[in-house]
């Protein structure tokens, strides 16, 4: 199963890129952020017509997540992230989807820091903690992707002395990004290229992309039982070199089928 997350930073605009990309990658469960449409403006026919089924929490203008399947239904399981009933931003959406328990997230940026923006940031962390705590010991693999605006080491951002104030790179920020990693999940991606310059993400300004000036804040976190199953995984930048893109590329894995003894029914 190929599970990819990509924040497409506009899904109406973008359309043709996402609907270029789901053909040639062929990913199985995808988890879309900054979809920047209210919920009516989702465009299900053309992706459906791309095979693929959906489920989505649209906002107007900003915001947005979506989880796409071309594997079989999608079971929703969660709208919204719990601790905050007066936080009604579309940031969160949790799904099973063939055996695994999916959960799209569009973490906070935080800019300006300090401000209200920040401390906003960090107490959606403090939330995603506690609900992230019900999950990471089920009976079933979880994945957690999304863009998590968290680059968690200096090898994550091309030139970490650059980015001491920003909301993305802020101790307290890594802290809680660790702090969810201590919980028991797996950061797939260090997971599988420890000490390797990875990026999912560049400006659009100053040959960003071109000079390879980026950011690796789109993450895909693990239980143990996803571990278990994780085979390779990385970004896909191809897409982020075609016109009118997105400032970021999917960030992707692959998780093998659980095999089990017919005598036993024991993994193996």
Not at 62 to 79: K, Y
Not at 123 to 138: A, E, K, M, P, S
Request: hydrophobic share 40%; net charge neutral.
């Amino acid at each position: 199963m190929k599970i990819a997350t990509y924040n497409v930073n506009g899904v109406n605009g973008r359309l043709p890129v996402l609907l270029r990309w789901l053909q040639e990658a062929e990913p199985d469960v995808v988890c879309l952020q900054e979809l920047k449409a209210p919920q009516h403006r989702f465009p299900e026919s053309a992706v459906r017509d791309a095979g693929y089924d959906a489920i989505w929490q649209g906002e107007s203008r900003w915001n947005g997540v979506a989880i796409l399947s071309r594997i079989g239904e999608i079971h929703e399981t969660r709208r919204g992230l719990p601790g905050d009933p007066h936080d009604t931003q579309s940031r969160y959406i949790e799904a099973a989807v063939g055996g695994v328990l999916v959960a799209c997230l569009y973490l906070p940026n935080g800019n300006p820091r300090p401000g209200p923006k920040f401390d906003f940031k960090l107490r959606w962390f403090d939330r995603l903690h506690d609900h992230l705590g019900t999950l990471v010991g089920l009976e079933a693999p979880v994945v957690v992707a999304g863009d998590f605006n968290v680059m968690p080491q200096d090898i994550d951002v091309y030139a970490p002395e650059r980015w001491q104030d920003d909301a993305l790179f802020a101790p307290e920020v890594r802290a809680a990004y660790a702090r969810q990693l201590k919980q028991g999940w797996i950061d797939a991606l260090r997971y599988l290229h420890p000490g390797e310059t990875i990026y999912t993400f560049w400006k659009y300004w100053r040959g960003a992309f071109e000079r390879n000036a980026g950011l690796r804040i789109d993450h895909l976190l693990l239980n143990g039982h996803a571990r278990d199953r994780l085979r390779t995984g990385g970004v896909d930048i191809v897409p982020r070199a075609w016109e009118k893109t997105s400032d970021h590329a999917p960030a992707w894995i692959e998780l093998g089928v659980e095999k089990r003894s017919r005598a036993k029914g024991t993994r193996r």
